[in-house]
């Protein structure tokens, strides 16, 4: 009958580094047992032969081939060598504790003061090279762990390790905490900082064991708080926390009271901006009315001075203009006489008679200043000289029906007879542009040329066309 192979596997727990097999003599029909994140190292009198990587395993020569010389393959009996079998862990070990043995003395840099500091905290660990650790560590133990809670373990990673730690921390902390300028009082804000400058002065210590460090943690600074010096320290750090605390606080409210300033010198710039803008706008609509104003009296001036010049060289002064009105005031009160109706009274004609004589009684009394208004109705008012003539003065040019002369002032008079019939209110005026009596218009104009023509006139003066 067959015998039934013997099965070699892990039988220890995950936080082991490396376990050795209870099982030390095997027969050819051995079955090896490897799981994945595992390698199993094979001794045979106190030599390793070979590693074996995650797979199921029969110990023979096809598999080692080192062996075969003293396999008993006939008899299936037990084997006359002495064989070991050891499983190494390849998974990270999480959260490995670690921490100094004693205090270390830090020199505070800004007070001179001593002080006695400690550290602590936690690691993580991974086998990188099995069989270095195996030799340099194992030898002839059961296995080893990071702990020492392991079964049947004589050997501890910790216990191993604690110096190395210790000193390598002893040395580099408080040189990283003066390097970075660290505060001692501040230091757990950074942590980080001083994790990362330990983890690469411990690295190379556990890298000759075969061991790799994926992560090192700094997680407690033990400040001296019952020490004096400590405290004094503290106390001189919260004067200084609080006097960069005010001046901060200072500067803040200056800043604020500078962006308030320019805040309000920014609205103050746009009311005045605003301001002005009205302003100018009042302005320029003040100089628009004014320079409309002026526009309007200059255009008003010259064209009174137009109607000046035409009066002047029609002959016509501010005198006669008076005289017409005068004239045409006596002349709408002729016609008003007797109009208050045929049912009146022999009053009311009585009353125009008076109205009347009073009226002739007032322009006989105002003749005197009138000149010859009332003279020129009974055909006695001098007239105009004749077209061409010239000043008897000076000698200049006179246009037709001027009065006086437009170069010395001289009055000028010509002979009677030059007078035409009114067209529209049929009195006899002097020859000139308007009737003396109502003011109506007496020039026309010529229906060739375009030409003025005066009252009665018979040929057009510039083109002598027929009218």
């Known amino acids: ?101 004693s205090k270390v003395r830090y020199l505070e840099p800004e007070y001179g003061v001593p002080l006695d500091i400690g550290a602590s905290g936690s690691l993580n660990l991974k086998v990188s090279d099995g069989l270095k650790l195996l030799i340099k560590l194992v030898g002839t ?48 804000e950074h942590l980080d900082e001083l994790s990362a400058a330990l983890k690469s002065r411990i690295e190379p210590g556990f890298a000759e064991y075969g061991l790799t460090v994926p992560n090192f943690y700094l997680t407690t600074v033990v400040l001296p708080e019952g020490d004096p010096n400590f405290k004094r320290i503290r106390e001189l750090h919260t004067v200084s926390l609080q006097t960069r605390m005010a001046a901060a606080e200072a500067q803040v409210r200056t800043a604020q009271a500078i962006a308030q300033a320019q805040v309000t010198a920014a609205q103050r710039e746009a009311e005045l901006e605003k301001q002005t803008t009205q302003t100018e706008v009042a302005k320029r609509e003040a100089e628009r009315q004014i320079i409309a104003a002026q526009a309007e009296a200059e255009a008003t001036r010259q064209a009174g001075f137009a109607q000046a010049q035409v009066m002047q060289a029609q002959g016509i002064t501010k005198k006669d203009y008076v005289q017409a009105e005068v004239q045409k005031a006596y002349a709408e009160g002729i016609g008003n ?51 061409g003539a010239k000043c008897p003065k000076c000698g200049a040019d006179l246009p037709a029906n001027a009065r006086f002369c437009l170069h010395c002032g001289e009055r000028i008079t010509a002979p009677a007879g030059d007078t035409v019939l009114c067209p529209k209110c049929g009195e006899s005026t002097p020859m000139g542009k308007f009737c003396i009596a109502c003011g109506a218009p007496l020039i026309s104009k010529c229906p060739n040329c375009g030409a003025d023509l005066p009252a009665g006139a018979k040929f057009c003066l510039e083109c002598g066309t027929k009218i």
């Open 337 to 387: 006489m007797g109009s208050g109706g045929g049912g009146g009274t022999g009053g009311s004609m009585m009353s125009d008679v008076i109205g009347l004589g009073v009226g002739l009684q007032a322009a006989q009394a105002m003749s005197s200043q009138l000149g010859g208004v009332f003279s020129g109705l009974t055909g006695n008012r001098p007239n105009s000289p004749e077209p």
């Open 1 to 101: 009958m067959a015998r039934i192979a013997d099965i070699i596997k892990y039988e220890g727990d995950n936080s082991t580094f490396i376990w050795k097999h209870p099982c030390e003599d095997f027969n050819a029909l051995t079955q090896l047992i490897v799981h994945e994140s595992q390698e199993a190292v094979f001794f045979m009198n106190g030599e390793a032969l070979d590693v074996f990587r995650a797979g199921r395993y029969t110990l023979e020569t096809q598999n080692i081939p080192k062996i075969g010389k003293y396999l008993n393959r006939t008899t299936g009996g037990e084997t006359p060598f002495h064989c070991e079998v050891y499983f190494i862990n390849q998974t990270v070990q999480m959260d490995l504790k670690w921490g100094t043995d």
């Open 141 to 188: 133990m059961n296995g080893i762990a990071w702990g020492e809670n392991g079964t049947n373990f004589t050997k501890s990673l910790q216990s191993a390790f604690r110096p190395m730690i210790s000193t390598a921390v002893k040395s580099n902390l408080t040189a990283a905490i003066k390097e970075k300028a660290i505060n001692i009082l501040e230091v757990d």
